[in-house]
């Protein structure tokens, strides 16, 4: 067990989570939100500290992170919980373990078992930050991802490891659904060298009703990640009915757009699965409209996502329009950029470590 990063002790051996815009007034021997953080007698506990559920070689496209060292590989881990609850999760079976599991408390300040018996509860491999480098580096990765479930709720762990890992030459990347404090927003970034941050929906009834939780603070963690110097991308996933009509995809890109036109946009296609089965696939014509308005918004860069081949997974030049980074699905085929440029024309290409051959 680790003591939690950002909270307070309140009265009555309460304690307030700080670590995300939930903020957590968490009773004793009670959980948060998130399933994950345990206040035993007024000390914050991390049940998740060296409790990683799943963990990968990824291709760094499957993140998906187009503008960050292209054609490598990351190292991606997770542990269970989540600070939201989204009806269509993907990778519910970890993100809402301590939501779906029967014998756990569900709700948020449900009373828990005692400690040690949570320490036996929680699934997931014992790992130190220490392993977590060592596998990365015997991997061959150039990066460490911290993805799957949401990263912000193992906030210890990935802190711990990511310091490690710049020491050992490793990028840091977070894919994260951006509700994190900013003063978390802020220690992250000093380790961090990317996020891809999905941006749900632009509704807000919507986004809380989907979601359980607000949109405003998404993008003030989108907006905070940028001016710390972080590369971010962001992922709409776009759901028929819910996300996309015109109105919601120009208010996505224009936001973005005032954040930087150089921010990578990833429209996604849904397919039904968790608590949304009542909604059909996402036409790729959708997909092709949502492009068009990003780019019509003053983006630069916008993808669209899960259907390989449709022609629009390509890094182009926005200036002479040349095909410089050619993709199918999760794989780049050809990679013309070098030292950061269109050999064709000269133009700068907005990135990280983009260049073919590195």
């Given amino acids: 067990m680790r003591e939690a990063a950002f909270y307070e002790k309140l009265a009555a051996d309460h304690v307030r989570c700080r670590l995300c815009p939930h903020e957590c007034d968490i009773a004793a021997h009670h959980h948060g939100v998130c399933g994950v953080r345990y206040n035993a007698a007024g000390t914050l506990y991390t049940l998740v500290y060296d409790k990683v559920i799943s ?3 990824d291709p760094i496209e499957k993140k998906p992170l187009f503008h960050f060292q292209p054609g490598s590989t990351s190292y991606s881990i997770a542990t269970v919980g989540c600070n939201m609850r989204c009806l269509h999760c993907q990778n519910w079976e970890i993100s809402q373990w301590s939501k779906e599991m029967k014998h ?10 005692d400690l040690a018996s949570l320490d036996h509860a929680v699934p997931g491999e014992p790992v130190s930050p220490e392993k977590i480098v060592a596998v990365a580096q015997h991997s061959r990765t150039r990066s460490i991802s911290y993805t ?21 030459g490793l990028k840091n990347v977070f894919v994260t659904n951006g509700y994190t404090s900013p003063a978390a927003v802020r220690q992250l970034a000093g380790v961090l060298d990317a996020a891809n941050v999905d941006l749900k929906f632009w509704n807000d009834n919507t986004h809380r009703h989907i979601t359980g939780a607000p949109l405003a603070p998404v993008l003030d963690s989108i907006r905070l990640y940028h001016e710390l110097g972080v590369w971010i991308e962001v992922t709409t996933l776009v759901i028929p009915g819910l996300n996309d009509a015109d109105t919601d995809l120009r208010g996505i890109a224009g936001f973005l757009q005032s954040v930087s036109p150089d921010i990578p946009w990833h429209i996604s296609a849904f397919h039904p ?7 059909p696939r996402t036409p790729a014509t959708t997909l092709h409209r949502a492009r068009q308005l990003g780019l019509e918004a003053g983006l630069r860069y916008v993808y669209e996502g899960n259907v390989p081949g449709q022609g629009n997974e390509t890094t182009y030049c926005p200036a002479c329009r040349k095909a410089l980074i050619e993709r199918y699905g999760f794989m780049v085929l050809r990679n013309l950029v070098r030292a950061g440029r269109c050999p064709n024309c000269g133009t700068a290409i907005a990135g990280v470590e983009l260049s073919g051959g590195q």
Wanted: hydrophobic share 45%; aromatic share 14%.
């Fill in 55 to 57: 963990h990968a070689v």
């Fill in 104 to 113: 756990w408390p569900a709700a948020p300040n449900a009373m828990c078992p």
């Fill in 148 to 168: 799957y479930s949401e990263p912000t709720i193992f906030f210890e762990l990935a802190y711990d490891t990511a310091v490690l890992a710049r020491q050992a």
């Fill in 273 to 279: 699965t968790y608590k949304m089965k009542d909604r």
